[in-house]
């Protein structure tokens, strides 16, 4: 079994939750008390949330890759950044280590290809909504990419920021994620990436028939057949 690096702590909830659905899903395969090889690293999201608050992004770049540097020295034999945000900067990180990262865009892009999905709505941070890192790397799966309005936008980003990464879970918060999931379903989108691991603390498939693409488990689960390629039972 392979061991599975974790930069994790943006933030710290979501970060609960690929530990629990990694080492479940290894048990799950394996059995008996099987359980997955893991290095964490926890980022204090503070440092990023100042950095992000003067757009200083080779200060969270910095963080992320002496995160990075510090769980391959320890002997991870992959890196799983832990928010899709993150990746951003996975194609210099990639340049950098010496371990294959396990990119989460990548991953759910399959997992809407094998689903057979050909458009979709994607929620996340702005950042993740609003730059290319993301929708381009689904688009040249030739997948289409929907996402909410400037208002929508705005009113994802602060829930995920004041609400969700503090562990707070609101009604209403989870009422007008629903109306946005409608909106967007109207609009055409098969499907929904949850496209922050944060979000599934709120939204989960059993609020919605409308499918919903979990992006921290599709996440986890790669992790995971990497880390057991080749393994028994597997």
């Known amino acids: 079994m392979k061991t599975i690096g974790l930069i994790g702590g943006t933030g710290w909830i ?8 990694i080492n479940q899903e290894v048990n799950r395969r394996l059995g008996g008390l099987q ?26 770049y910095a963080l992320i890759r002496n995160a990075t540097e510090s769980v391959q020295r320890a002997g991870a034999d992959c890196i799983l950044l832990c928010a899709n945000t993150s990746h951003q900067f996975a194609d210099e990180l990639e340049r950098f280590i010496s371990v294959p990262l396990i990119h989460i865009a990548r991953a759910t892009a399959k997992e809407i290809l094998a689903r057979g999905y050909s ?15 993301y ?19 705005e009113f994802i980003e602060y829930t995920i ?19 946005i999931i409608d909106t967007l379903r ?7 990436v949850l496209g922050c691991t944060e979000i599934p603390l709120l939204i989960c498939q059993e609020n919605t028939s409308v499918p919903l ?6 996440h986890a689960k790669a992790a995971v057949d990497f880390a057991l390629a080749g393994c028994q039972n597997n």
């Open 14 to 21: 979501s970060t609960v939750e690929y530990y629990r659905s």
């Open 35 to 60: 359980f997955a090889r893991c290095i964490l690293y926890s980022i204090n999201y503070g440092e990023m949330d100042e950095a992000n608050r003067t757009n200083d992004k080779p200060a969270i």
């Open 119 to 133: 458009t979709v709505g994607l929620l996340g941070t702005k950042q993740t909504m609003e730059m290319d890192f």
């Open 135 to 153: 929708r381009k790397l689904l688009e040249n799966q030739n997948i289409q990419v929907l996402i909410p309005g400037k208002e929508d936008r």
């Open 161 to 179: 920021k004041h609400e969700l990464l503090k562990e707070i879970i609101q009604e209403s918060s989870r009422f007008r994620f629903l109306s």
């Open 186 to 192: 109207r609009s055409g989108a098969g499907a929904i």
């Open 213 to 218: 693409l979990n992006t921290l488990e599709i």
